[in-house]
């Protein structure tokens, strides 16, 4: 077991991991990730240079 909370090897969480697998396949499938990494990234970035000297 790694240092996870539970261990994905167990075959109680097996089914809830393949689960995970395939949202997060659909969501990259979609661009989610790099559409939301963007936004987040503007959002992030226009505190900055409204105040460039923080």
Known sequence: M????????DPRFRLGAQEM???HRE???LGWFTVHAETMGRDLA????????S
């Open 2 to 9: 790694s240092g996870l909370p539970i261990d994905l090897d």
């Open 21 to 23: 697998d395939s949202v």
């Open 27 to 29: 969501l990259t499938d």
């Open 46 to 53: 226009a505190p900055l240079k409204a105040n460039p000297g």
